[in-house]
């Protein structure tokens, strides 16, 4: 049977304007055909087992040509998968989206349009310039500016073009500028219009220049703007000073790299301006072999303590505890221990109370506040008598179930989850630590730190020279010193809120 075949719309490059229908697309696409002017991270919603394939499209040279990607979309309809044409803004502005829907009307293919926001729209909005205003402009025109201008037979009508429309959006338009602001004031738009051009509209890397016809094409010159950019020619333009908001938020221009899931905590940084580039060095999955867990959640109730380490601990240890018939009345009578807030809240959630969480997030913080917890007669601080369940990760530090046993308790130390290293290159994470596209790099755990070297290879210190390193506590700290490289940025907590807290505190200081 045919497959189907969705063109979506990825929008200009932040990722919070990709659209919820397009990111169901995605989710359960099985081939994915996905071009270059778009956010990658958006492919981070792709499930493992689709099948990636790059269509390039950048600055006029192409991985693959059009003929091609049709040809490929066809061929992957026709094997029965669910295939998503993936595409940066919208796919019928200047994409080539209904030149490809065509060829798969002919072949009788199944497929769905998915607009996307395009940068035509974002670019102006996030640089602060409305494209129509009732005291400016009521009319906007979106023209692409990558024609030979100088061609006898154009399609645009400049003389229409120049005059007729309040607003004109040029795409693609920064190696013909010179030529473009020629043909509107030969055909009578004044040389003193207002002209604002947006590189990397929406992203982190953001560059907005202001100008005129007459003086646009210096300024480009000057400071050295690339494609991709958008052209914005005016009146709306002198809004910009009153109506910019994005360039003026504080974490405006800072990337940060989040090598382990982009889940709860990261988003203050978004909020205040910064941009989340999540690669993934590790992954969480479960256990390979269960037998020692089930055999202690069979005698769940001859425990006094369950500690819970982690959110991720919580989920495998009640997705086990679940599996096994059993559920949060065995759990009666035996005191929970979390570590950290966000463990505490998701232990919450399933409707347990928490009895003890330490001050500090670690292992000698653990013993201190057990030791504070059992006290003999005498005032000695022991556990005689208590028996501890322990289900955490397959490696984890040795601290606490030593000095348990040494203050006489019983523990039993099981593994609930493993962290594994994806399969994954590093080939566009080192292109963005080249070019300085990453100003701040995050490292929740030694493993995430120890598998980024190893993914990226020889050059893994190297990128890491003039970016910023953040770190979630000593054990990490420890792993990249001795590595040879600095930790600028350590919250007193080890927790993702707490770094996140110091990041913000640290650009704001280096702000002022």
Same mark, same amino acid.
């Given at each position: 049977m045919k497959g189907k075949v969705y063109i979506v719309g990825a929008g200009p490059g932040d990722i919070g304007l990709f659209t919820v229908k #397009?990111?169901?697309c995605l989710q359960k696409a099985e081939a994915v055909v996905y071009d270059f002017h778009l956010n990658a991270q958006v492919l981070n919603y792709i499930k493992h087992d689709a099948e990636f394939i790059y269509a390039g499209k950048r600055g006029g040279q192409h991985d693959m040509t059009q003929d091609r990607i049709n040809a490929t979309l $066809?061929? /992957?309809a026709m094997e029965g998968k669910t295939v998503c044409r993936l595409k940066g803004g919208d796919p019928f502005v200047f994409g080539r989206g209904g030149e490809e829907a065509e060829v798969l009307a002919k072949e009788g293919i199944e497929f769905e349009i998915v607009p996307g926001i395009s940068s035509s729209v974002a670019a102006a909005a996030y640089a602060g310039i409305p494209l129509t205003h009732r005291s400016y402009s009521s009319s906007f025109a979106v023209v692409p500016g990558y024609e030979d201008v100088t061609k006898k037979e154009s399609s645009i009508d400049w003389a229409r073009l120049a005059t007729g429309v309040g607003t004109i959006v040029f795409l693609m338009t920064v190696k013909n500028i010179s030529m473009v602001c020629k043909r509107l004031v030969e055909n009578g738009r004044s040389a003193d219009t207002p002209v604002a051009v947006v590189r990397w509209g929406t992203r982190a890397d953001q560059t907005t220049l202001v100008g005129t016809l007459n003086? !646009? %094409?210096a300024l480009v010159k000057e400071n050295e703007i690339r494609p991709p950019a958008v052209m914005i020619v005016g009146d709306v333009v002198k809004l910009r000073d009153r109506l910019k908001w994005f360039e003026k938020k504080p974490l405006?221009?800072?990337r940060v790299l989040v090598t382990r899931e982009h889940t $709860? #905590?990261?988003e203050p940084l978004e909020e205040l301006g910064a941009e989340i580039l999540e690669f993934r060095t590790i992954e969480i999955a479960p256990p390979d072999d269960w037998t020692e867990l089930d055999r202690a959640i069979d005698i769940i109730d001859t425990y006094n303590w369950l500690i819970l380490t982690s959110v991720n601990g919580v989920k495998f240890f009640f997705q086990r505890l679940m599996e096994r018939d059993r559920d949060i009345r065995d759990l /009666? #009578? !035996? /005191? !929970?221990?979390?570590i950290g807030s966000k463990t505490a809240a998701t232990i919450k959630s399933y409707g347990i109370k928490v009895d003890l969480v330490p001050k500090v997030f670690n292992a000698e913080g653990l013993v201190e506040a057990f030791l504070s917890e059992h006290t003999t007669g005498t005032g000695e601080k022991r556990l005689d008598g208590i028996k501890i369940l322990l289900p955490r990760a397959s490696i984890g530090r040795e601290v606490f179930p030593r000095k348990v046993r040494e203050l006489g308790g019983e523990i039993d130390v099981f593994t609930a989850y493993k962290t594994v290293k994806p399969e994954i290159h #590093? /080939?566009?994470l080192k292109r963005f630590l080249k070019k300085g596209k990453i100003s701040i790099a995050t490292f929740t755990s030694a493993a995430t730190?120890? %598998?980024?070297?190893? !993914?990226m290879g020889e050059d893994a210190i190297d990128l890491l020279q003039d970016v910023i390193i953040a770190v979630i506590g000593p054990i990490t700290a420890k792993a990249v010193v001795k590595a040879g490289l600095k930790v600028h940025i350590m919250p007193p907590k080890a927790t993702v809120d707490a770094m996140v807290h110091e990041i913000i505190d640290w650009v704001t200081r280096k702000q002022k």
């Open positions: #397009g990111l169901k $066809v061929e /992957k003086t !646009i %094409n405006f221009g800072q $709860v #905590g990261f /009666k #009578g !035996i /005191k !929970i221990c979390a #590093g /080939k566009r730190f120890e %598998n980024y070297m190893e !993914i």
